[in-house]
T-cell receptor, first 114, second 114 residues
Framework: GAGVSQSPRYKVTKRGQDVALRCDPISGHVSLYWYRQALGQGPEFLTY????????KSGLPNDRFSAERPEGSISTLTIQRTEQRDSAMYRC????????????FGSGTQLSVL | GESVGLHLPTLSVQEGDNSIINCAYS??????FIWYKQESGKGPQFIID?????DKRQGQRVTVLLNKTVKHLSLQIAATQPGDSAVYFC?????????????FGGGTRLMVKP
């Protein structure tokens, strides 16, 4: 596609529910990243993939968070048993390759946990 | 829509003036730096980058300066325009065996007065 696409744009859920956030990277981009951005702060690294392999998940806050990219393209970030503190903007980014530093960001999914 | 940064440091400049946005980075081993621009409701957008073996790089109306001695990065925007109004983030690459990971700073809001 023309850019990184994320869906849904907004997600409102009740505490305790599971949510799945989707990212469709730029076509042909090998690397895909998940970040979380709180109001007034820069994006915070969560995890990233090269092709289908999860290279680094050190930024995932706890074991309720997981991500996958089974076919090396679309990725899903799943949050189980959501808590209010999970409310944030979740951003996906992609880059051409593992040594290409320029990350292209999507518009994000705004998650609100009530 | 999304509000990016309610309590960010703010730089207010007159249209046509030059702007200088500063950033202190944390890791002396970082080898690559990027400036991103983020407008309300959008994801961060790449502006310019610089590697640690350089101390200056110029783009169209923008210049990035790197001072590794004091771990300081600056973004200079010439002839600032109303369309430059946004939040600006610097990011450093922390290189590890798995590849790229960008760590973002806290951001500065640039407001351009017509």
């Amino acid at each position: 596609g023309a850019g990184v696409s994320q869906s849904p744009r907004y997600k409102v859920t009740k505490r305790g529910q599971d949510v799945a956030l989707r990212c469709d990277p730029i076509s042909g981009h090998v690397s895909l990243y998940w970040y979380r951005q709180a109001l007034g702060q820069g994006p915070e690294f969560l995890t990233y993939f090269n092709y289908e392999a999860q290279q680094d998940k050190s930024g995932l806050p706890n074991d309720r968070f997981s991500a996958e990219r089974p076919e090396g393209s679309i990725s899903t970030l799943t949050i189980q048993r959501t808590e209010q503190r999970d409310s944030a903007m979740y951003r996906c980014a992609s880059s051409l390759g593992p040594t290409n530093e320029k990350l292209f960001f999507g518009s994000g999914t705004q998650l609100s946990v009530l | 829509g999304e509000s990016v940064g309610l309590h960010l440091p703010t730089l207010s400049v007159q249209e046509g003036d030059n702007s200088i946005i500063n950033c202190a980075y944390s890791n002396s081993a970082s080898d690559y730096f990027i400036w991103y621009k983020q407008e309300s409701g959008k994801g961060p957008q790449f502006i310019i980058d610089i590697r640690s073996n350089m101390d200056k790089r110029q783009g169209q109306r923008v210049t990035v300066l790197l001072n590794k001695t004091v771990k300081h990065l600056s973004l200079q925007i010439a002839a600032t325009q109303p369309g430059d109004s946004a939040v600006y983030f610097c990011a450093e690459r922390v290189r590890n065996n798995a590849g790229n990971m960008l760590t973002f700073g806290g951001g500065t809001r640039l407001m351009v007065k017509p």
